[in-house]
């Protein structure tokens, strides 16, 4: 399920509280009271045999005897009673339970489910401190205190977390939209309130508190819909071990590797903080300050050390000063006393009049190069902070998006700081502060381009000589699953890398015998590497299995003999079926990296990134991502490494040869997808110079559960295998899911059409668009959405977008909104019929119910399109001039209205 009838819970006309109560100390007595004592202007019905009123007000034995259906129900009775109730109410036609009983078993949540199920009533609970919607006064929880209204929306797992964070932010006169503790989340979860808040106007910003997530891709998606539309700012426990296994034993949930859901909360699009303070000071920049794009900081003050102390916090936190040019600084020059600091931090010294604030903020404002402007004042005798703040705020061009705010000190500059909250600039208590939120704004546009990303499984543009050989990778793993076995030797990984055109260094396997392999090592040519071979070592060096350098037979000899006593010695279990020799590959200027993949419990299969050698646990320097990856995300991967600045060059190092390392990661990426049996690989150390790489040595780990593959992505990779192309009037026509990087074709599109055809698809006439409209058009979530577009060369052999057709299913897949438009001059072609068969086919594959639509009644070619491909009317039908259309995608009853 996902938003059906969460109306009902939210936003109750009525609500009947199962368990009521007189005592004041009870679950069932404090909601009550919150319910009729509250501002809920809704009836309030009182359910408990013991009782016939309470507090004036009729109670009733049982939920039949109530005198009216409600709406919504909040369940405070014994885990025994709970199924039993929620079929009682389901059968009475409530829509939503919010049930707060503790201790039930798996059993009994599971009875819960199947009596809400036939009805869809929903389900908030169980184990949950209920929920507050402050907007129509609904407190539905056992919390000592109120929510106030406000445009922040708060989701938790955790109850304790709620009733504090809702006295923390009663005495910051913080207020929400909606205030929700999820707890065991049997139905309404993480992904449900995602998808509820994405789209509720009252609600300018999502906070989450999370612990554990149990339905990844539902997550994943319902993130990156709703991170599109408004801020989602995330607290994510269990950073530490210790951390991670008490959320896990909170929750009765198993908590993913904390690396993993860092990089699946910036996939998402999504931003994470580390307190409850931060997450109220992201909500505040990201809600004023988000426009911004600035990559670096000014910083204006009329005091040294706050200068100082914010030039400090942006040290800390990687937060770049912007570099002031010759022609800005010469105008600051002209602007202020010679004793000013002529640099960034730009301080106009302690006795500064109103003016010499104007001036040096709009030579800043008018140097695009200065970045973000952080204004720090310190209050003096000289000047009012109010008359400089009303000042600051006129100045021409320094806008919001601009600016932010530091006004120093308590109720001597409050006025200031409320001129500046009306003129919309962010406002910050310290100059640590505003930096950090600086950063978090600059860590959330990251996250925002990762989220546009939409890469395919399968990599595009292959050179002939680049394309992968899966059929021999899964031969291999084929015959070595066969064997019994999951360790794939040496020789084996290297050969799957070379399947995959990642460079290996040649190897050759010998016997256990120290003569044969000093011969080997001969033919090979000195220096060589001498490695142990055998099923059952799998970590080569620690148990002394690698010899390095060797640079002549009695050395490798020698290397050999030693090896095998030392092994037999430490693993005399182990099989040893004899050695690898390789030539020593020497690299000028070579760094040591690790590329590899795990199937995380949560996240399903993910990729690694990170400094290698024999010392990589110890270094930690790493990144993980989710496939599949593009080269704007293996770039955005490598990024976050510590490595990736030696990568960059130093002194007579030259930089690394990025392309290449972005070559393995992305073949590493449909490694993953095209083979479901890889469990582990890792390449340690993946060597890399200014030339290429080579992988030196690799370990991989098989499965016959087949734990990845793409259909175990937590992201929908670009599905390519829909793309097909045509022969229509004479032209070649790529028909395909539409791409981010269809941007430009489609703001030419766009162009190419007459006002009549647009006004007659959307209802208005506007052939431009805005820049985050166009986005959203074209960076589309493939799990809950579909946009096919015909592409085809144009008269100067530049490619064109001739039409589209896309359609939005609801997020339970049961009805699709859909539209369709082509090239004003390729009307009546027969384009539209063709890309509505596609996706008409497309969608009834996706198992979606019913494809709708609003037409304008003047729009006769759209009707007639519509009933050749087998649509009805409506059976409830708009107002005014337009027509609801329907077509049954799967078999229905007659003339059934599944969403009316």
Same mark, same amino acid.
């Given at each position: 399920m996902s938003v059906r009838n969460l109306d009902s819970l939210f936003d109750? +006309?009525?609500? +009947?509280?199962?368990?009521?109560?007189?005592?004041?100390?009870?679950?069932?007595?404090t909601v009550w009271r919150n319910l009729t004592q509250g501002r809920f202007k809704g009836p309030v019905f009182a359910v408990n045999p013991k009782y016939t009123e309470l507090g004036g007000r009729p109670c009733f034995a049982r939920v039949a005897d109530l005198p009216a259906k409600p709406e919504m129900a909040v369940i405070c009775t014994p885990p025994a009673t709970v199924a039993g109730?929620?079929?009682?109410?389901?059968?009475?036609?409530?829509?939503? &339970?919010?049930?707060?009983?503790?201790?039930?078993?798996?059993?009994?949540?599971?009875?819960m489910l199947d009596a809400a199920r036939p009805q869809l009533l929903r389900l908030l609970g169980p184990n949950c401190i209920g929920l507050l919607a402050p907007h129509i006064g609904l407190n539905a929880s056992f919390s000592h205190i109120d929510a106030q209204p406000g445009e922040l929306a708060f989701v938790s797992q955790s109850g304790a977390l709620v009733t504090a964070m809702l006295d923390w932010a009663d005495a910051q006169r913080i207020g929400f939209s909606h205030f929700v503790s999820l707890g065991e989340h049997a139905d309404v979860d993480f992904g449900d309130m995602l998808d509820y808040l994405a789209t509720d106007p009252r609600t300018r910003a999502i906070l989450l508190y999370v612990e554990s997530i149990e339905a990844p891709r539902k997550f994943m998606s319902a993130a990156r819909s709703a991170a599109r539309n408004k801020p989602v700012i995330v607290i994510k426990s269990g950073r530490s071990a210790q951390g991670q296994r008490a959320a896990a034993s909170h929750t009765g949930a198993l908590a993913g590797s904390d690396a993993v859901y860092e990089a699946a909360i910036a996939r998402a699009g999504m931003l994470r903080v580390n307190s409850l303070q931060e997450l109220f000071l992201a909500a505040e920049t990201l809600a004023r300050f988000r426009s911004n794009r600035s990559e670096t900081l000014t910083v204006l003050t009329n005091g040294g050390g706050a200068g100082v102390m914010a030039a400090d916090a942006a040290a800390q936190v990687n937060v770049t000063l912007s570099e002031l040019g010759a022609p800005t600084l010469a105008k600051l020059d002209a602007a202020l006393p010679a004793n000013w600091s002529h640099g960034n931090p730009v301080d106009i010294i302690g006795d500064a009049p109103v003016q010499r604030y104007v001036d040096a903020l709009q030579v800043l404002c008018d140097d695009p190069a200065t970045g973000a402007v952080l204004f720090i004042h310190a209050p003096t005798a000289i000047v009012p902070s109010a008359d400089i703040a009303r000042a600051v705020a006129a100045v021409p061009h320094s806008t919001a998006?601009?600016?932010?705010?530091?006004?120093?000190?308590?109720?001597?500059?409050?006025?200031?700081?409320?001129?500046?909250? /009306? +003129?919309?600039?962010?406002?910050?208590?310290?100059?640590?502060?505003?930096?950090?939120?600086?950063?978090?704004?600059?860590?959330?546009?990251?996250?925002?381009?990762?989220?546009?990303?939409?890469?395919?499984?399968?990599?595009?543009?292959?050179?002939?000589?680049?394309?992968?050989?899966? &059929?021999?990778?899964?031969?291999?793993?084929?015959?070595?699953?066969?064997?019994?076995?999951?360790? @794939?030797?040496?020789?084996?990984?290297?050969?799957v890398l070379d399947a995959c055109r990642i460079p290996v260094a040649a190897t050759r396997i010998v016997d256990a015998d120290p003569v044969r392999a000093a011969a080997v090592a001969a033919g090979i040519g000195f220096p060589v590497v001498l490695k142990i071979l055998s099923h059952d070592i799998s970590h080569k060096s620690d148990v002394g299995g690698v010899a390095l350098g060797l640079d002549n037979p009695q050395a490798v000899h020698e290397a050999a003999e030693a090896m095998l006593a030392r092994v037999r010695r430490q693993l005399p279990q182990a099989r040893i079926d004899g050695f690898t020799v390789q030539a020593m590959v020497r690299m000028d200027h070579a760094q040591e990296l690790i590329v590899g993949?795990?199937?995380?419990?949560?996240?399903? !299969?993910?990729?690694?990134?990170?400094?290698?050698?024999?010392?990589?646990?110890?270094?930690? /320097?790493?990144?993980?991502?989710?496939? !599949?990856?593009?080269?704007? @995300?293996?770039?955005?991967?490598?990024?976050?490494?510590?490595?990736?600045?030696?990568?960059?060059?130093?002194?007579?190092?030259?930089?690394?040869?990025? /392309?290449?390392?972005?070559?393995?990661?992305?073949?590493?990426?449909?490694l993953l997808?095209?083979? !479901?049996? @890889?469990?582990?690989?890792?390449?340690?150390?993946? *060597?890399?110079?200014?030339?290429?790489?080579?992988?030196?040595?690799?370990?991989?780990?098989?499965?016959?559960?087949?734990?990845?593959?793409?259909?175990?992505?937590?992201?929908?990779?670009?599905? /390519?295998? @829909?793309?097909?192309?045509?022969?229509?009037?004479?032209?070649?026509v790529r028909l395909r899911p539409i791409r981010p990087e269809d941007e430009e074709r489609h703001i030419e599109f766009l162009s190419h059409?007459?006002?009549?055809?647009?006004?007659?698809?959307?209802?208005?006439?506007?052939?431009?668009?805005?820049?985050?409209?166009?986005?959203?058009?074209?960076?589309?979530?493939?799990?809950?959405?579909?946009?096919?577009?015909?592409? &085809?060369?144009?008269?100067?052999?530049?490619?064109?977008? *001739?039409?589209?057709?896309?359609?939005?299913?609801d997020p339970d897949n049961i009805s699709a909104e859909f539209g369709v438009i082509v090239r004003s001059e390729l009307k009546g072609s027969g384009l539209g019929k063709i890309l509505m068969d596609k996706l008409v086919n497309y969608l009834r594959a996706n198992g979606t119910r019913q494809l709708v639509a609003t037409v304008l009644r003047e729009n006769r070619r759209m009707l007639a399109l519509s009933r050749s491909l087998g649509f009805r009317d409506a059976l409830v039908q708009p107002e005014h001039d337009t027509l609801a259309i329907v077509l049954d995608l799967q078999p229905v009853a007659a003339g059934n209205d599944l969403m009316a």
């Open positions: 109750p +006309a009525s609500v +009947a509280v199962i368990g009521a109560s007189e005592r004041p100390a009870s679950v069932g007595g109730l929620i079929a009682e109410l389901a059968a009475a036609g409530t829509r939503a &339970a919010v049930v707060l009983t503790a201790g039930m078993s798996a059993g009994q949540k599971q009875d998006a601009r600016l932010m705010g530091c006004w120093l000190g308590g109720h001597g500059v409050d006025e200031a700081r409320q001129i500046f909250k /009306d +003129a919309g600039v962010a406002d910050y208590p310290t100059p640590e502060e505003a930096v950090k939120a600086f950063s978090m704004l600059l860590a959330y546009h990251r996250n925002q381009a990762e989220l546009i990303e939409a890469p395919p499984a399968q990599l595009p543009g292959h050179q002939p000589e680049a394309v992968p050989d899966t &059929a021999a990778v899964r031969e291999l793993v084929r015959k070595v699953l066969a064997s019994g076995r999951e360790m @794939l030797t040496e020789p084996e990984a290297k050969a993949t795990t199937i995380d419990r949560v996240f399903g !299969p993910v990729i690694l990134f990170g400094q290698g050698g024999t010392a990589v646990e110890v270094l930690a /320097d790493r990144a993980v991502a989710l496939p !599949p990856l593009s080269v704007p @995300l293996a770039r955005a991967m490598i990024s976050r490494t510590r490595v990736s600045r030696l990568l960059k060059g130093w002194r007579d190092t030259p930089p690394a040869n990025m /392309d290449a390392i972005h070559q393995v990661l992305m073949a590493i990426s449909q997808a095209d083979v !479901p049996e @890889l469990a582990e690989l890792d390449i340690n150390p993946l *060597l890399v110079n200014h030339q290429g790489v080579m992988a030196l040595d690799a370990r991989i780990r098989v499965s016959a559960q087949a734990p990845g593959g793409a259909s175990h992505f937590a992201i929908r990779p670009y599905p /390519d295998e @829909l793309a097909e192309t045509i022969e229509w009037n004479g032209r070649t059409l007459d006002m009549e055809d647009i006004r007659m698809r959307v209802f208005y006439s506007r052939r431009t668009m805005e820049r985050s409209e166009l986005a959203r058009l074209t960076q589309i979530d493939y799990t809950r959405e579909m946009a096919f577009v015909a592409v &085809a060369p144009g008269p100067d052999g530049v490619l064109q977008t *001739l039409g589209v057709a896309r359609a939005m299913t």
